[in-house]
């Protein structure tokens, strides 16, 4: 007698594609930094840059920017970037669970109330390093990059654009209309300062190297 052969296991349902997620200006405004950066290391040209800089301010989702940023490296929008993978809510200093109280029982691992270890988030704090010296964190923006668009672009203020000193921007555009273009020497002079000096963003954080 032959055994009946045995029902085939369904197919897992395919998950559902994320929906792309709606960006607002401050995803842009950072979309637009990176690119910046990535111009003044020469990955782009400028008119790459201009092409790539107009599809991010006219993006409307994630998948928009992720177009403009699938053939280049970190620097990269965090709306972009995978989510680091989360530690166990749980976890708390003390020892193995059943450990004797002779042999320094007492509160086991994961026992509420006690404080969470807070070493492995102190990247957080100072993600891309501190200044020797002030021990002060890093800027996210870098000098070289805001030192480059001072001295090629900085009639239009775009390395303090890039810096978020934007009355500074301003100010230089201004004076570089108003002087028939003149008043460019300004934006090299400042791009000189950047690349030459210790210079902060508007948090008083330094420029990182």
């Not at 045995?6 to 792309?20: D, I, L």
Request: hydrophobic share 40%; no cysteine.
């Amino acid at each position: 007698m032959t055994q009946p052969e045995p029902a085939p296991e369904p197919e897992p349902a395919a998950s559902p594609a994320r929906p792309a997620l709606r960006i607002g200006n401050a995803e842009r405004e950072e979309a637009a930094n990176a690119l910046a950066e990535h111009f003044s290391h020469g990955r782009l040209d400028g008119d790459e840059y201009a092409d790539r800089v107009g599809a991010v301010w006219n993006g409307k989702t994630t998948t928009d920017l992720a177009v403009v940023f699938e053939d280049l490296p970190d620097p990269r929008p965090a709306v972009l970037r995978p989510s680091p993978p989360a530690r166990p809510a749980d976890l708390a200093y003390g020892p193995p669970a059943g450990l004797p109280a002779a042999f320094g029982g007492g509160p086991t691992y994961g026992a509420p109330g006690l404080p969470r270890p807070t070493a492995h988030l102190a990247w957080q704090d100072a993600p891309f390093g501190r200044e020797p010296g002030t021990g002060l964190p890093y800027s996210d923006k870098s000098k070289v990059t805001a030192g480059i668009l001072q001295l090629f672009l900085g009639a239009v203020g775009a390395g303090r654009f890039y810096t978020g000193h934007t009355e500074i921007a301003i100010a230089q555009l201004i004076v570089t209309i108003v002087t028939f273009g003149l008043g460019a020497v300004w934006g090299v002079a400042d791009g000189i300062v950047l690349l030459a000096g210790r210079n902060t963003d508007p948090d008083g954080r330094p420029l990182r190297p």
